[in-house]
Nanobody
Framework: QVQLVESGGGLVQAGGSLRLSCAAA??????FGWFRQAPGKEREFVAA????????DYTDSVKGRFTISRDNAKNTVYLQMNSLKPEDTAIYYC?????????????????WGQGTQVIVSS
């Protein structure tokens, strides 16, 4: 049974940093992604990383501030978030797929975590 468990969320002041982790169990995955959903908004893509870690994708609003990485030995994906802004406030979800995909941001992710809350105060 596949499980994705996020951790690392919390309350931080604008300009601060957080590191989210997502530990996966129940198999290996070609691609991990991070998504977020702010109150009253639709879920949106944030970042994704390929199996090797050499291919990444970011939504424009986080480029240069967020870094996605993975440790295949630990079956864990990370999202380092720096220079946080109040508009980054959201529930952050980890997602994974075993599919061979071309475009990570629009891929179908078959497995999802429960989410971790990030609140950035101004």
């Amino acid at each position: 049974q596949v499980q994705l468990v996020e951790s690392g969320g919390g309350l931080v002041q604008a300009g601060g940093s957080l590191r989210l982790s997502c530990a996966a169990a129940g198999g290996t995955f070609s691609t991990f992604g991070w998504f977020r959903q702010a109150p009253g908004k639709e879920r949106e893509f944030v970042a994704a990383v390929s199996w090797s870690g050499t291919r990444t994708d970011y939504t424009d609003s986080v480029k240069g501030r967020f870094t996605i990485s993975r440790d295949n030995a630990k079956n864990t994906v990370y999202l380092q978030m720096n220079s946080l802004k109040p508009e980054d406030t959201a529930i952050y979800y980890c997602a994974a797929t075993r599919r061979i995909i071309a475009t990570m941001r629009s891929a179908i992710y078959d497995y999802w975590g429960q989410g971790t809350q990030v609140i950035v105060s101004s």
